[in-house]
């Protein structure tokens, strides 16, 4: 028997994704692997994604560690449901450190969208803003609706402090849009794009 | 005392080394799982106004977390103890795809005198899993040459642009006091 206290959502993630770099500038932006890697790809291409094909549960972090290196660029997570609970205990790391400029988007379909739509942990009522709050994070959310959606690219760009957002989407499985395969030339142009040939 | 007297009082000689080739080498994120046996290095790195220390919940967010740091510019490094290893396989081979260099400091558990069973099937394990996925693994039970292998491996993950692990023998820290 399957059981969900969870309401779904609405929204469409290719839209969200494409509102959600608009104004972005020369933020850096991580994709998770997975559906939001697509999603990301879909949007355009732009020298500071850093797009995931595997190492799944790790987006936070890598956006972490960047964000911590950069301390003025503002850097984006967009990651899945699936791949945020992979790293339940990354939000307690980063909630720890809490970079300013560092903000979470969890494109989130209560669904593990790649593997056949199975109902994920928020489709059974898991609240992850609440444990983004929980863990330090400066502002959590959940957005249902284009109102909200608005509120929070202000609020990403705003530099209001390290940020968590649930954009709840419906659980559709689009086509894919690949971006470059290679990890380590999508490794290196964001490097170089942001810190020349440093380190 | 404060914080910095108090880690560089309680740090050993070998510690004090390792710190010294850290900052020699420019790294700049320092993300660790506590161990006992990197106490006194994690706090001279805490103490370090120059390098960023992150406690991490498990070790394979410092997989990320140093990716992350490298492509903002940054040097990192990785503590644990041989348990941790086992929890980094799938991040490792993110960072052998992407070529992602960072030091990993691997304090060992489950040998000499070890008293606690459970630790020896993955202290066993830790060198040939790392080795697995493509990390250049070094290991000592000698204080007088463990600073020499860590700046070995600094030189080389940063020329090779992959992991590189350096082991240190759990002879070398002495059995875990209780």
Known sequence: ?199 | MNAPQEAAAKATPWQHAIHAHLVAAGIAQVGYVPDAGHTGLINLCEADNAIEATVLTTEEEGIGLLAGAWLGGQRGALLMQSSGVGNCLNMLAFAQHCRFPMLILVTMRGEWEEFNPWQEPMGRASGPALSLMGVAVRRTDDPEALPGLVGEALAETFARELPSAVLIGQKLIGAKKW
């Open chain 1, 1 to 199: 028997m399957v059981s969900g206290t969870a309401t779904g959502g609405q929204l469409d993630r290719r839209a969200v994704v494409a509102r959600l770099v608009r104004d972005r500038g020369q933020a850096a932006v991580v994709a998770g692997l997975g559906s939001p890697t697509w999603d990301l790809a879909a949007a355009g291409d732009h020298e500071r994604n850093f797009c995931m094909w595997g190492g799944m549960g790790s987006a936070l972090t890598i956006g972490l560690g960047l964000a911590l290196a950069q301390p003025s660029l503002p850097v984006l997570v967009i990651t899945g449901d699936g791949e945020m609970l992979m790293g339940m205990g990354s939000l307690a790391t980063a909630g720890a450190k809490a970079p300013a400029n560092l903000a979470v988007v969890v494109c989130d379909n209560e669904r593990f969208g790649e593997t056949g739509m199975q109902k994920s942990h928020t489709a059974y009522g898991l609240d992850l803003p609440a444990v983004a709050a929980a863990s330090g994070f400066a502002w959590s959310e959940t957005v249902r609706d284009e109102a909200g959606l608005e509120a929070l690219c202000g609020r990403i760009y705003a530099g209001g402090g390290c940020g968590f957002a649930s954009v709840k989407i419906a659980p559709v499985d689009l086509p894919r849009v690949m971006p470059e395969k290679d990890g380590a030339l999508i490794k290196d142009r964001v490097r170089r794009s942001i810190a020349g040939n440093e380190g």
